[in-house]
Protein backbone atom coordinates (compact mmCIF):
# COMPACT_ATOMS: atom_id res chain seq x y z
CA UNK A 1 0.00 0.00 0.00
CA UNK A 2 1.24 3.34 -0.97
CA UNK A 3 0.29 6.68 0.93
CA UNK A 4 -0.08 10.03 -0.39
CA UNK A 5 0.07 13.66 1.01
CA UNK A 6 -0.38 16.49 -1.12
CA UNK A 7 0.20 19.81 0.26
CA UNK A 8 1.54 23.64 -1.13
CA UNK A 9 -2.47 24.38 -2.13
CA UNK A 10 -3.81 28.17 -1.16
CA UNK A 11 -5.20 31.16 -2.49
CA UNK A 12 -3.34 33.24 -5.36
CA UNK A 13 -4.50 35.73 -8.27
CA UNK A 14 -4.92 34.55 -11.32
CA UNK A 15 -0.95 34.91 -13.74
CA UNK A 16 0.19 33.71 -10.09
CA UNK A 17 2.01 30.71 -9.70
CA UNK A 18 1.82 27.70 -6.83
CA UNK A 19 3.53 24.84 -6.80
CA UNK A 20 2.60 21.29 -5.27
CA UNK A 21 3.82 19.00 -3.03
CA UNK A 22 3.08 14.95 -2.80
CA UNK A 23 4.88 13.05 -0.50
CA UNK A 24 4.75 9.63 -0.93
CA UNK A 25 5.38 6.82 1.71
CA UNK A 26 4.85 2.84 1.69
CA UNK A 27 5.45 0.57 -0.39
CA UNK A 28 6.83 3.59 -2.99
CA UNK A 29 9.14 0.44 -5.01
CA UNK A 30 5.79 -0.92 -6.14
CA UNK A 31 5.09 2.99 -8.11
CA UNK A 32 5.42 2.80 -11.60
CA UNK A 33 3.34 6.06 -12.63
CA UNK A 34 2.04 9.12 -10.72
CA UNK A 35 -0.55 11.80 -12.17
CA UNK A 36 -2.10 14.89 -10.85
CA UNK A 37 -5.67 15.16 -11.04
CA UNK A 38 -8.20 17.84 -10.51
CA UNK A 39 -11.70 18.12 -9.22
CA UNK A 40 -13.87 21.30 -9.31
CA UNK A 41 -17.22 21.73 -7.45
CA UNK A 42 -19.90 20.18 -9.46
CA UNK A 43 -18.17 18.73 -11.64
CA UNK A 44 -15.87 15.19 -12.81
CA UNK A 45 -12.44 14.81 -11.57
CA UNK A 46 -9.95 15.87 -14.36
CA UNK A 47 -6.96 14.74 -15.54
CA UNK A 48 -4.15 16.98 -15.59
CA UNK A 49 -0.42 15.24 -15.80
CA UNK A 50 1.24 12.22 -14.99
CA UNK A 51 4.89 10.99 -14.95
CA UNK A 52 7.02 7.62 -14.95
CA UNK A 53 8.25 7.33 -10.94
CA UNK A 54 11.78 6.38 -12.66
CA UNK A 55 12.42 8.05 -16.46
CA UNK A 56 10.24 11.19 -16.88
CA UNK A 57 8.26 11.27 -19.77
CA UNK A 58 5.53 13.37 -18.50
CA UNK A 59 2.51 13.94 -19.86
CA UNK A 60 0.21 16.81 -19.93
CA UNK A 61 -3.47 17.62 -20.38
CA UNK A 62 -4.46 20.46 -22.85
CA UNK A 63 -5.88 23.23 -20.58
CA UNK A 64 -2.36 23.08 -18.60
CA UNK A 65 0.32 22.00 -21.38
CA UNK A 66 2.67 24.63 -21.43
CA UNK A 67 1.68 26.31 -17.84
CA UNK A 68 2.06 23.25 -15.64
CA UNK A 69 5.15 21.08 -15.24
CA UNK A 70 5.29 17.95 -13.23
CA UNK A 71 8.69 16.78 -11.81
CA UNK A 72 9.63 14.39 -8.82
CA UNK A 73 12.53 13.92 -6.46
CA UNK A 74 13.24 10.59 -6.02
CA UNK A 75 15.28 10.44 -3.01
CA UNK A 76 12.53 12.56 -1.26
CA UNK A 77 9.94 10.26 -2.38
CA UNK A 78 7.81 13.32 -3.48
CA UNK A 79 6.06 14.36 -6.68
CA UNK A 80 5.86 18.20 -7.98
CA UNK A 81 3.20 20.24 -9.78
CA UNK A 82 4.73 23.41 -10.54
CA UNK A 83 1.51 25.59 -12.01
CA UNK A 84 2.18 29.06 -13.55
CA UNK A 85 -0.13 31.30 -15.17
CA UNK A 86 -2.97 30.15 -13.31
CA UNK A 87 -6.40 31.28 -14.06
CA UNK A 88 -9.82 31.27 -12.40
CA UNK A 89 -10.76 27.88 -14.16
CA UNK A 90 -7.76 26.36 -12.29
CA UNK A 91 -9.40 26.83 -9.17
CA UNK A 92 -10.04 22.89 -7.97
CA UNK A 93 -9.07 20.73 -5.37
CA UNK A 94 -6.21 18.75 -6.55
CA UNK A 95 -5.11 15.07 -5.72
CA UNK A 96 -1.98 13.13 -6.56
CA UNK A 97 -2.04 9.00 -7.31
CA UNK A 98 -0.09 6.37 -8.10
CA UNK A 99 -0.39 3.85 -10.00
CA UNK A 100 1.66 0.79 -7.85
CA UNK A 101 1.56 -2.82 -9.10
CA UNK A 102 -1.90 -2.65 -10.80
CA UNK A 103 -2.78 -0.82 -14.32
CA UNK A 104 -4.78 1.57 -12.68
CA UNK A 105 -4.75 4.45 -10.08
CA UNK A 106 -5.67 2.56 -6.85
CA UNK A 107 -3.81 4.94 -4.36
CA UNK A 108 -4.86 8.77 -3.64
CA UNK A 109 -4.18 11.40 -1.56
CA UNK A 110 -6.53 13.54 0.35
CA UNK A 111 -5.93 16.91 -2.15
CA UNK A 112 -5.35 20.50 -1.44
CA UNK A 113 -7.24 23.44 -2.41
CA UNK A 114 -6.14 25.64 -5.19
CA UNK A 115 -8.07 28.95 -5.53
CA UNK A 116 -7.51 31.56 -8.26
CA UNK A 117 -9.24 34.85 -8.58
CA UNK A 118 -9.57 37.04 -11.03
Known amino acids: QVQLVESGGGLVQAGGSLRLSCAAS????????MGWFRQAPGKAREFVGS????????VYADPVKGRFTIFRDNAKNTLYLQMNSLKPEDTAVYYCAARAGVNRYDNWGQGTQVTVSS
Open 26 to 33: GRTFTINL
Open 51 to 58: ITWSGGSP
